[in-house]
């Protein structure tokens, strides 16, 4: 049997013109002499920080970062701004930003830590909500499974906009969480005493805290590229608190949960049954 990997830095680029590249260690030399600009890239990394055309351009020149079920990504925009993509997330981006607004488009989760500047609002676009900042770190989630945008400041403040009649908006402090219901635009703004631990996936730890069953294993799927399949629907409203990290062997974690005798499970290729334990 083919060994299930846990998730590696893997991600594809989507160049203004429709051509896709694979980011590894062989695409540095091919991606400096893309339109003249010099973008550097590792194996973990792309970095657009130097990327600056020889003239100016006319139309805004777009690039696209997706990364893949298994994955994760980093890179620098333009404007030294930081940005940590997670498993099944893309975000779409000029190569160069305007002198008055830096503007992006994401889908699924990343975090952000915004180069700042007082002339030029950084504005991030998922699910027809807008959140808007100067300066700031935060992480949005915006996965196309759930029908929720999910909003977490850690440092400075951020405007988040939804597309209704007399929105103010919502200002969130370091420490607020303010999850969006994309359907009915229903907001909640709560207080976290940890928010650092939404940048667990980061620092290489898979964490749930009271979590459903089909949240968690929404969330293994997208780092181990697996399909869970559950034959028992109330399997799904088990909830389970644990830890691991991301580097686990995906056999390993379902082992030590079924411990519990809440479930047991049958590995079939990348395909993962889960019934009612006995």
């Not at 403040?157 to 908006?169: A, T, W, Y």
Request: hydrophobic content about 35%; overall charge negative; glycine content about 6%.
């Amino acid at each position: 049997a083919q060994p299930i990997l846990p998730g590696a830095a893997k991600a594809i680029l989507t160049l203004d013109n429709g051509e896709t590249i694979s980011l590894n260690k062989e695409t540095a030399d091919a991606l400096q002499q893309i339109e003249g600009t010099h973008i550097q890239v590792d194996s973990t990394t792309l970095n657009y920080q130097l990327a600056q055309t020889a003239s100016v351009q006319v139309k805004p020149v777009y690039n696209k970062v997706e990364i893949p079920r298994g994955g994760e990504y980093a890179l620098v925009l333009s404007d030294g701004t930081k940005v940590h993509l997670n498993s099944m997330s893309s975000l779409r981006f000029p190569v160069a930003f305007t002198a008055d607004k830096r503007e992006v488009e994401l889908q699924g989760e990343a975090y952000f830590e915004v180069a700042r500047d007082e002339h030029a609002p950084f504005i991030v676009n998922s699910k027809n909500i807008k959140t808007q900042v100067l300066g700031t770190k935060f992480n949005v989630r915006a996965r196309a499974a759930e029908e929720k945008v999910v909003a977490t400041l850690l440092k400075g403040s951020i405007r988040v906009d939804l597309p209704r009649e007399n929105n103010e908006g919502f200002i969130l402090k370091p420490g607020q969480i303010l999850n969006v219901n994309t359907s009915t635009l229903q907001a909640e703004l709560t207080e976290s005493s940890s928010p650092r631990d939404v940048l667990l996936w980061i620092q290489g730890k898979l964490a749930f805290e009271q979590a459903t069953c089909l949240e968690m294993t929404r969330c293994l799927e997208q780092h181990f590229d697996v399909h869970f399949y559950f034959k028992d629907e109330q399997l799904k409203k088990e909830r389970f608190t644990c830890e691991f990290r991301t580097d686990d062997n995906i056999e390993d974690i379902l082992s030590v949960l079924s411990l519990t005798k809440r479930f047991q499970y049958k590995i079939d290729g990348n395909k993962i049954y889960l019934s009612a334990g006995k």
